[in-house]
C-alpha cells in the first residue's frame, strides 16, 4: 500500500517564477493538505481540499493555490517566487476531515534563488 | 488561538536513559494532541495521539505520552532511549479545538541519543 507521494522531490527556482508541485493521497484517503516547513521551524498549514475544494486556509498569501482533482491528487502552485518561499513543502493526507492523524509525505524541497 | 510550546529546543540522552520531550499546549474546547518524529530531510512520520480516553497514550517504536489536563502538558517519553531515536520530534495541536482543524505544530525538539 503506497503512502502518500510527492514529486518533485526537489527542484530550484528563481524569484519571479512560478512552481507546482503534486501530491497523491494514501490509498483510501480523500482529504489532502499541504504545510510549508521554513528550515529550522514546524511545519506551517497552507491549506486543505476535500471534495475538490479548499476547505480551509493558513495565513498564506494568494502567491499561494491549489487544485484537487476527482482521483483526489492535488497540486500546489505557487506564484512570483520570493527567496522567502524556499522551504520544504509537505503534503498529509487523510480519510475525511476526522479527528484522526495526517500521513505525510516526504516533502518537496523548494529552492529559490 | 490554538497554540503548541515545545521548551526545549534540543533535548541529550545516554543510550538506555529514559527520555522526556516535553510539550505543553493552549486550545479552547478539547485537545486533539498529536507527536511526530521527522528524520533529517524527511517527512513527518506519526507516533501517537492522544483524543479522549486514557492519559497514558503509547504509540509506535516503544514510545508513550501522558496528557495532562491540569497542567496542559504533553510529555513524549520512552523508558530506553536509543541511537537511533536522534531525530526532531514536533508535537501538535488539532486548530479550532475540534475534530477538523488543521495541524498546529510546534516548533521542534531535536533529540541527540548518544551510545
Known amino acids: 500500500d503506497a503512502g502518500v507521494t510527492q514529486s518533485p522531490t526537489h527542484l530550484i527556482k528563481t524569484r519571479g517564477q512560478q512552481v507546482t508541485l503534486r501530491c497523491s493521497p494514501k490509498?483510501?484517503?480523500?482529504?489532502v493538505s499541504w504545510y510549508q516547513q521554513a528550515l529550522g521551524q514546524g511545519p506551517q498549514f497552507i491549506f486543505q481540499?476535500?471534495?475538490?475544494?479548499?476547505?480551509q486556509r493558513g495565513n498564506f498569501p494568494d502567491r499561494f493555490s491549489g487544485h484537487q482533482f476527482p482521483n483526489y491528487s492535488s497540486e500546489l502552485n505557487v506564484n512570483a517566487l520570493l527567496l522567502g518561499d524556499s522551504a520544504l513543502y509537505l503534503c498529509?493526507?487523510?480519510?475525511?476531515?476526522?479527528?484522526?492523524?495526517?500521513?505525510f509525505g516526504e516533502g518537496s524541497r523548494l529552492t529559490v534563488l | 488561538a490554538q497554540s503548541v510550546a515545545q521548551p526545549e529546543d534540543q533535548v541529550n540522552v545516554a543510550e538506555g536513559n529514559p527520555l522526556t520531550v516535553k510539550c505543553t499546549y493552549s486550545?479552547?474546547?478539547?485537545?486533539?494532541l498529536f507527536w511526530y518524529v521527522q528524520y533529517p530531510n524527511r517527512g513527518l512520520q506519526f507516533l501517537l495521539k492522544?483524543?479522549?480516553?486514557?492519559?497514558l497514550v503509547k504509540g509506535s517504536y516503544g514510545f508513550e505520552a501522558e496528557f495532562n489536563k491540569s497542567q496542559t502538558s504533553f510529555h513524549l517519553k520512552k523508558p530506553s532511549a536509543l541511537v537511533s531515536d536522534s531525530a526532531l520530534y514536533f508535537c501538535?495541536?488539532?486548530?479550532?479545538?475540534?475534530?477538523?482543524?488543521?495541524?498546529?505544530f510546534g516548533k521542534g525538539t531535536k533529540l541527540s541519543v548518544k551510545p
Open positions: 498529509a493526507s487523510s480519510p475525511g476531515q476526522g479527528a484522526g492523524e495526517l500521513f
Open positions: 490509498s483510501g484517503h480523500d482529504t
Open positions: 481540499y476535500y471534495e475538490e475544494e479548499e476547505r
Open positions: 486550545v479552547s474546547g478539547n485537545p486533539y
Open positions: 492522544y483524543i479522549t480516553g486514557d492519559n
Open positions: 501538535a495541536v488539532r486548530d479550532n479545538g475540534g475534530s477538523q482543524g488543521n495541524l498546529i
